[in-house]
Structure formats: C-alpha cells, structure tokens
C-alpha cells in the first residue's frame, strides 16, 4: 500500500516542516492573497461573471490544489486567459448575466475538471504535446491584445456590447467614443501610474528608507491592492458614482460559498465540450510550465501525472463553489515563489485570507471603479505579449514563424477557440508535409575513414556505381513515395549505378505502407539492374523487417551491420 504522501505531497512536506519555512510560506501566502483578491474580482468581471465569483473560485480550488499539487510554488486560481476563453464559449450559449449564463459557467467547470482526470486514467497527458510553443506563444499574445483591449471599454466608462475579436471590440469603441467618461479615465490614469510606480520603483525608495525585507516586499508586491484602495477612497469620497456616472462593483453578497449540487445537461455538454477540452489542455501546459520553471530552481522537479489530480479537483472543486474554470497562474506563481514559498502551506494562507475577506469586508468594495480592475487586467496581461518571439521563430525556423503568425492573426480576428484550434492544425499540416519530405543526404567517405557524410557540405569520396544516400526521417505512408522516386530519379540520372545503400540510422520505424513501397522498389531497381542494400538498421526496425519476407525478397541485397563494411564489400576492397 503506498504512503499517503503519494497522493497527498503537502504531507511528505509537512514532515520535515519548521518554524522558519512556515514564516516564509505565511509571508508568501499574506503577499499572493493581497495580489489575488483585486485580480480575482477583475478576472470574473472578464468571464462575465460578477466580481465575487473570482473570489469564490479563490477558496476551495487552492486548498484542494494545496493538498493534491506537486508544485510548491504553482498559485492556483482565475486566470486571465482562461477567463477570456470562458466568456468566450459561455457567450455563444447563454445571455450574461442570466442564470444560464452562470449554470454554463459551473457546468463548464465541471467538465474542465472531469477532462483532466480522465486525461491522467488514461495517461493521455502527453496529449499537451500537439500544442507547440510557436501554437502557444501567438494564442498567448493575441489573447492578451484581446484582453487588453476588450477592457479599454472599462477605462473609458463606456457601455458597449461584449465582443470576442479585436476588430469587434475597436468597433465598438469607435462607435461609442464620443461617450467617454473623462472622470473614469482619470481614474484609470491614476491606478496605471499606482501599479506601474509599485511594479518599478516603490521597492528602491523603501530600500534607501533602511526599511527591512519582510515588509518591503508585501508592500511592493501590493500594487493592485493600493490601486483598489485609492481607487475606492476617491468615488467613496468625492461620490463619483452620483456625481460623475462612475461604474463601480456594487454590492458583493457577504458571506462564504456554499458548496451546491451540478444541474447537469448533457446538451449543455455537448456544447461545451470543445472549449472545455481546450481551456483543460492551456491552462494544464501553462500550470505544468510555469511548476516545472518554478521546481528547477530548487533542483526539484514536479510531477505532471499529480498536476493533472489536482487540477481536475481543483476546476471540480470551483464548480461546486458555483463558479468558473482555474488554472495555474504565471504571474502570481512567481509572485508566491520570488516571496519564498516553500510549500503549499502558502496557498492554504492565500485561501484562508481570501476566505475570510469573502465572509466579512465584501461591503468595502461597494465603491470599487470597475475601471480600477479594468487596469489592473491589463497590467497583468501586458507582459504576455512576446514580440520577441515573433523575431526569434523568423530566425531560427520560418515554418514555427507561419504557425505563430497564423494563430496570432486567427485569434485576434476569428476569436480564441477558433484561433488555437486553426493554430494546431496548422502545426500538424506543417509537421506532416515537413515528415513527408524528408531531408535525403547522398554520401561519400571522408578521406580513408569510416565516416561517410553529405556530398554536398564536405569533401568527400563517392563510388559512381554505388549510391549511398540517407533518410533523416522514419519511414511511414506519408513520405516512403518522395523517398522512392527520389531514389529512381537518382538512378535515371546516373545510369552507371549498380548499388544503393539506403542507411537507416536515422530510421526508428517502418509502417505497412512504407514497406510496400520498399518491396515495389526492390523490384523497380531489378528492373533496372540495381541492387537495393541496407545498412545500419536499428534493432526494432530489423524485428520489423525479420517478421515479414522482405529479407527474402530483396534477393541479391544485403543488409549490412555498418556503411564502411557496405561501401567495401560492394567496392571489392
């Protein structure tokens, strides 16, 4: 039977645990929960969802991710993206603010947290692997455009209709922009400089004041505490709500998430499935990159067959909170580990704090200027945006720059789901065509060595009756036809070849058709009077070949243990 801190690390951690680590985990998890409670307010507003609900989705999804999580450092909680995808799928099915709108939202909850589970019983998490990180990097940065946009609305105190596209929600500015609230504007101006000023410089100037590290570092990291702050002191006292039409918060219930029953519709689900599967697969990669990130700076590692437990129950856990979707959080994440969390015993902090703001000082944001969180959203989402990323695919390989560039443009003007799911397919199209045309290299000897390498990037020593060429690609139904009329191409084209040597170092796999096709040019090179040979076949590969009678057929060809044994032999040498 395995110990339980097999299926629950916070316990194998917990035995080797002290007064100092639970000093620094309390400060970590008092500092990420003054980050969260503003974000996670401003988050639901960009589900669509009222503003609690980024913080009911703040309670029992970390301490279940604090119990079940490999990561030490790993903050669970909304998240901007997932937010985004959210409002997203929920919009094409519910009206906002309806009861519908907010059933959806639980529902799809539900079914992100089933997803990953049933992804870890079939150990299908591998599956994050055909979403490529030039996929990810545009999806990522044309994601975070959309936000940021999509909040300018709020920065501006305008009513405008919820839009998903950048083009859309240009429109919509343009067409209400003689409506500008200035006094909201200011507003937003004010919280900017607050969250920039915490961000760049606050910590210098409390450093020169001599004032000590355990409370520098709160302070700093408090920027959208301090803007919520101000930014509630002023409409509360200059009444800027009545005064200057100021859209604020409002009234957020008082009292803890009670955890409810799942109204389940399977037509619902069938909806939803897509976005769901989606949301699951994102925000698992960005959870599992941001731990592993985080875990290699300690030595550690973490483990994603637990990540997968974890956030199933976490999404599962916020869906019977009556609430949306969460994920890892990058920002946050290298909030709680840069302020020296140890274990998850931080996240069961940010909780508990979250917990108890929930159950008692909801009334103090009654005054909250929603262009207050509209700026503290787009603060958060700025740095997602990678330009450089753009230049260093261009550079490095022009096919991952198409992907990027094509999901980038797909989800700024077709919309997230639509946007990443263009994005993968495109990334498989690319790597198919790239698969099956592989790059062939014709041989020769270097010098008297055993080495033969490429014709055409060394100088090397060929044979004009033997041909030595080779595949860099296993050999499987999508490329076997370019290899074999490259081979008699070759041929046509040199009519003293008596010999090929196809070597197959880098050959890991034949499949059905890719054997056929080796067969039909066996008896094609017969034909001609060209002998077929192999050299250098992997083990695998030659139980393949051993199991069928291809051996047999290639008659006077000979499957050689190295090239230079093959080149000599066929050489007379």
Not at 17 to 44: C, H, K, N
Not at 351 to 367: N, W
Not at 543 to 561: A, C, H, P
Request: hydrophobic content about 50%.
């Amino acid at each position: 039977m395995r110990p339980l801190a097999e299926y629950f690390p916070l316990l194998g951690w917990l035995k080797d645990y002290q007064r100092e680590t639970f000093i620094s985990d309390l400060m970590a998890g008092v500092i990420v929960a003054i980050l969260l409670i503003p974000q996670a307010m401003a988050y639901a507003l960009l589900a669509g969802l009222p503003a609690e609900y980024g913080l009911y989705a703040s309670i029992v999804p970390l301490y279940l991710y604090s119990l079940l999580g490999s990561s030490r450092s790993l903050a669970v909680g909304p998240v901007a993206i997932a937010s985004l995808m959210v409002s997203t799928a929920i919009s094409q099915v519910a009206e906002q603010g309806s009861a519908d709108y907010l059933n959806a939202a639980i529902n799809l909850s539900f079914l992100v947290g089933i997803i990953l589970l049933v992804l870890r019983s079939l150990r299908l998490g591998s599956v994050v692997n055909f979403i490529s990180h030039s996929v990810l990097s545009g999806f990522t940065s044309a994601a975070a455009i959309v936000i940021a946009v999509s909040q300018l609305k709020h920065i501006a105190g305008l009513d405008t209709p919820r839009a998903s596209t950048l083009d859309q929600n240009i429109e919509n500015l343009l067409q209400h922009s003689q409506d500008t609230n200035l006094t909201t504007v200011l507003l937003a101006g004010f919280a900017f400089f607050t969250l920039w000023y915490c961000k760049n410089s606050l910590c210098c100037h409390l450093q020169r004041m001599a004032m000590p590290d355990w409370l520098v570092q709160p302070i700093c990291k408090a920027g959208p505490m301090f803007a919520v702050l101000f930014g509630t002191l002023i409409v509360w006292q200059l009444d800027l709500k009545t005064q200057a039409g100021v859209t604020t918060v409002g009234m957020i219930p008082q009292g803890l998430p009670g955890l409810k029953g799942i109204h389940l519709d399977l037509e619902l689900w069938k909806q939803l499935f897509t976005p769901a599967l989606l949301i699951a697969l994102i925000g698992f990669l960005e959870s599992v990159s941001v731990g592993t990130a985080l875990a290699s700076k300690r030595q550690e590692r973490i483990d994603p067959n637990k990540e997968l437990i974890a956030l199933g129950a976490a999404n599962i856990g916020s869906a019977l909170s009556g609430t949306y979707p969460v994920a890892g959080g990058f920002g946050r994440s290298m909030v709680n580990h840069s302020a020296g969390a140890q274990s998850t015993v931080a996240s069961l902090v940010s909780a508990t704090l979250v917990a108890i703001t929930v159950a008692f000082f909801t009334p103090l944001f009654y005054y909250l200027p929603n262009t207050v969180l509209a700026a503290i959203i787009i603060m958060a989402v700025i740095p997602l945006v990678d330009l450089q990323a753009f230049k260093t695919s261009w550079t490095f390989n022009k096919a991952d720059a198409l992907t990027l560039s094509t999901t980038f443009l797909m989800v700024l003007f077709l919309g997230v789901e639509l946007g990443i799911l263009m994005g993968i397919a495109i990334s498989i199209a690319l790597l198919l065509y790239r698969s099956s045309q592989p790059h062939i290299a014709v041989v020769g000897r270097v010098g008297a060595s055993e080495h033969f390498r490429n014709v055409t990037r060394h100088d090397v020593v060929t044979d004009t009756s033997t041909l030595a060429l080779r595949v860099d690609e296993s050999l499987y139904f999508a490329n076997t036809r370019f290899v074999e009329e490259f081979i008699l191409k070759h041929c046509a084209d040199n009519p003293e070849i008596k010999h090929v040597v196809l070597i197959c170092t880098a050959v890991n796999f034949i499949d059905a058709s890719a054997l056929e096709t080796l067969e039909q040019l066996v008896k094609n090179l017969r034909d001609d009077e060209v002998v077929l040979h192999l050299s250098e076949v992997k083990g695998p590969v030659m139980d393949q070949l051993n199991s069928t009678r291809f051996v047999e057929q290639m008659g006077q060809g000979k499957i050689y243990f190295t090239t230079d044994q093959a080149m000599r032999e066929l050489a007379g040498i």
